[in-house]
């Protein structure tokens, strides 16, 4: 697989001055003592499946696939598993389930590497449970200068604290250290409802499970919700007759080819709408927690998506159906809601606040400013948080305000990369200068 210089979404690429894929920590600190002489820049980038330009450079590009091995198990309960920070998420969830163990929540794909997935705060569903980056117990870190700082609990937890989502902007991690939990199973139950009173009814049914999550297709009256509860119950998956089916057939292909007909014809979407949502079945299930967790995603669309307080998100949700209505060009995708607990990580999205995530997507070639732009502007009557990794329109000046930690984080990058080696034009917009 080359190097990413494009994204998943294929709305960002980049042509980086050279291209690095370092095998060891020593050979990624001496890539960046040369590019820091130089007064070169230098990015890191994962599995590129960032919707904004946050993995992309003109000066050095780093990639760490080759640094995608589980170095060691340890801990007092032995659930703190190392690795390489290139691991795609994938990999490390069948290494963890060898061992009898798991990450205690997921997102909706296992293709990010895990160093990209902490660094933008990349999360899943659960109002209980927080973000990968919380799971974070120690790193290896190379600085500015090229120098290596390992990072835990006992030697630096206030530098641990705030390095876990550094955006790429803080260093190379090259190690980390992830406190896992004991293998799970999980129970999936997946219904239709109307989304009128699933709204109406939002605390309770975000806290009614382990893991919640709905699906809404702007103009439909119901919503798909997926209840997840773990479960020490025998595994029973679907076949892979049905997998196929639902995951393949019903979810990429037939959904792919129902966005392209939205994207000819944007007066049938509103039928379209009605029909995805009738196109989802209902369905139960038990698997691997991962495995319930992640699933193929084929078909290519931009994303948005905020966290907001927990409790704003019926009141965003009836504007945002409102804004709908006045779109010159429909959405063709559905909007994600989800929960999570708040965490004390800096510039973790869901820092001091329970929160819930609504999450916009527009099939790619289809227009979708106006769509993002309307949302955002209701997000930021709630002092919404836009997910690192995927599209908005804020920059420094719009968002110091929104963490109470911003100036924790400017401090340790001053402190880490007093030069701004590992800016790009995404940290100059969103974090402004070091
Ligand atoms: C189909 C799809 C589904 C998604 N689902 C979810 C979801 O369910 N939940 C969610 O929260 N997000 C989701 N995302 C967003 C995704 O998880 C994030 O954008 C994530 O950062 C991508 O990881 P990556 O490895 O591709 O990182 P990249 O996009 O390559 O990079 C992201 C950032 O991490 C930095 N970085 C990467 N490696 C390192 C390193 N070793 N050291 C320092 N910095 C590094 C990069 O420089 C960049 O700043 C989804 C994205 C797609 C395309």
Redesign the pocket.
């Known amino acids: 697989m080359g190097v ?1 210089t494009r ?3 294929g709305n960002q690429r980049c042509a980086p001055a050279s291209v690095h894929e370092p095998v060891s920590t020593d050979e990624v600190a001496s890539v960046v003592s040369a590019a820091a002489a130089e007064g070169r820049r230098v ?10 330009d ?2 992309m450079t003109d000066g050095t590009l ?1 990639s ?1 696939d080759s640094m995608d091995r589980v170095i060691g198990v340890g801990g007092a309960e032995g659930f703190d598993v190392s690795v390489q ?2 691991i ?1 998420l994938g990999a490390l969830n069948d290494a963890l389930a060898v061992r009898g163990l798991a990450l205690p929540n ?4 296992d ?7 902490i ?6 569903t659960g109002a209980g449970h927080g ?2 980056a919380t799971t974070v117990v120690a790193m290896t ?1 190379v600085v500015g200068d090229g120098s290596v700082r390992r990072i835990d609990e006992d030697t630096d937890p206030e530098l641990l604290r705030v390095a876990r989502v ?9 190690e980390v250290t992830l406190r896992c939990v004991p293998a799970f199973n999980l129970h999936a139950v997946e219904t239709i409802e109307p989304l009128v009173d699933v709204v109406a009814d939002f605390g309770r049914v975000m806290h009614g499970t382990d893991h919640v999550e709905f699906y809404w297709m702007p103009g439909a009256r119901r919503c798909q919700v997926k209840r997840n509860t773990r479960t020490s119950a025998e595994a029973d998956p679907p076949s892979r007759a049905s997998y196929v089916k639902d995951k393949w057939i019903g979810e990429n292909l037939a959904f792919g080819a129902v966005c392209r007909v939205g994207r000819r014809f944007p007066a049938a979407a509103p039928r379209i709408a009605k029909l995805i949502m009738t196109g989802a079945s209902e369905r139960e299930l038990i698997d691997r927690s991962d495995r319930v967790f992640c699933s193929p ?1 084929r078909v290519r ?1 931009l ?1 948005m ?1 905020y966290g907001v307080p927990f409790d704003a998100v019926p009141d965003a949700l009836g504007r945002i159906a409102a804004l709908v209505e006045s779109l010159p060009f429909p959405p063709l995708f559905p909007i994600e809601v ?1 929960a999570s607990a708040g965490d004390d990580i800096a510039l973790s999205t869901a820092n001091g606040r329970a929160s819930g ?1 609504i ?1 916009i997507h527009q099939y790619v070639g289809a227009p979708h400013e106006a769509y993002f732009q309307g949302v955002e502007n209701i997000m930021n009557d709630y002092n919404g948080r836009p ?4 599209l908005h329109f804020q920059s420094s000046a719009t968002l110091a305000h929104r963490y109470l930690e911003w100036d924790v984080f400017q401090r340790t990058r001053r402190e880490l990369d007093p030069a701004g080696t ?1 800016a ?1 034009a ?2 100059d917009r969103v974090l402004g200068p070091v």
């Open positions: 990413a994204n998943w979404a990015k890191v980038v994962g599995g590129g499946h960032s919707f904004t946050i993995a780093i760490l920070a290139g795609r997921l997102g909706d794909i293709r990010q590497s895990i160093a990209g997935a660094s933008t705060a990349t999360h899943g973000n990968l870190l550094g955006l790429g902007a803080l260093g190379v991690v090259t995603r669309f994303e998506e989800r995530w999450a997910h690192w990794g995927k590992f790009n995404y940290t």
